[in-house]
């Protein structure tokens, strides 16, 4: 099974991506050390040649490395039918104590490197590089998860067994599952709704503000943030719900599917995309009184805002259009 295309390529980006974060993490200490854009020795020289040529190779990866979430999701549905009891991505990534880690590192890790990519975008706008140690040192603190979601990824599909039996994603996401999954599935409808609706509210009105009025930056960043996670859970809680007609089918990976027009993957790009994005608002905001930034920083913060907010309203609009297209309805008391 470990021949898979799909699986050798997810194998050999995590190996790539891995031992190019790994070199750069360890290039970055170096950075980290010996850095002084105001020196003109040949060491500094030789650091500068290199960094240029590093940013570049590793801004390359991380795109990569978001892109494998996608694939990930894509190459677990299409598996499902090789495992008794698994009927989409939920069954695969359950067969064995791997998937799901490796899943929400994955998750963890396409935010970290979208909000790098920002970082390094940011940076490479001034002529003196100002955020160079801010970058490096998150490239530092990446390294490490992006090594573990490299070896769980891999124990996962190496312990991929045709002989095992799985869980269906129908008890998987069960109010009847004493998990997490479980308490996301009994959460009250309306309680949902309202929170989601709220939050929403929350960050499209602090991001018009900024938008406006360069005002509540700190706020469409933490707001975007706490929307993220009530999103995820909205989407388990009902919004998935409405998409199969199935009050009692709360599954998050189904609407992945050719049946559903695989319009899980724009809910969650969309997703993806609002929370770097707005994020990144926020990440930007203790730099905007660097000299060689002041100028492109807010112009760089407000598409950002622009970006987070059409993603977020896309999020919501697919949302509730799916609520609204159909004649099933969801009790709500």
């Not at 009105?205 to 930056?217: K, V």
Request: glycine share 10%.
């Amino acid at each position: 099974m470990i021949l898979h295309p799909a699986i050798l390529t997810l194998v050999f980006v995590s190996l790539l991506t891995t031992g190019m974060i790994l070199y750069s993490a360890f290039f970055g200490y170096r950075i980290l050390r010996c850095w002084d854009i105001r020196s003109g020795s040949e060491e500094q020289l030789a650091l500068e040649r290199r960094t240029y040529l590093l940013s570049t190779l590793v801004s390359h990866v991380l795109v990569f490395q978001i892109g494998s979430l996608f694939l990930y999701i894509y190459t677990a549905d299409i598996l499902h039918v090789l495992f008794v009891g698994a009927m989409c991505a939920a069954g695969t990534l359950n067969v064995n104590a791997f998937g799901y880690p490796a899943f929400l590192l994955k998750l963890l890790n396409c935010i970290v490197a979208g909000l790098w990519l920002i970082l390094n975008h940011a940076d490479n706008q001034a002529h003196d590089y100002p955020l160079i140690r801010k970058k490096y040192a998150l490239l530092i603190l990446m390294a490490p998860l992006i090594a573990a979601e490299a070896y769980l990824q891999t124990r996962f599909f190496l312990g991929l067994e045709g002989d095992v039996i799985t869980s269906c994603c129908g008890s998987l996401f069960s109010a009847e599952n004493p998990g997490i999954s479980g308490d996301l599935v009994y959460a009250p409808p309306a309680v949902s709704m309202a929170v989601l609706a709220v939050f929403m509210a929350l960050t499209f009105g602090t991001g018009l503000l900024y938008r406006l009025r360069g005002q509540a930056g700190p706020w469409f960043s933490l707001f975007s943030g706490l929307t993220f996670i009530v999103s995820c859970v909205s989407l388990i809680s009902f919004i998935s719900v409405y998409f199969y007609e199935l009050p009692t089918h709360h599954c998050p990976f189904c609407i992945l599917q050719a049946e559903y027009g695989y319009v899980g993957y724009l809910l969650y790009a969309a997703l993806l995309a609002g929370v770097v994005c707005g994020l990144g608002v926020g990440l930007l905001m203790p730099f905007r009184g660097i000299p060689s930034l002041a100028r492109r920083l807010p112009e760089i913060q407000q598409q950002l805002a622009l970006a987070g907010l059409v993603s977020y309203g896309l999020f919501a609009g697919v949302s509730l259009y799916g609520v609204l297209a159909t004649d099933f309805t969801l009790g709500l008391l």
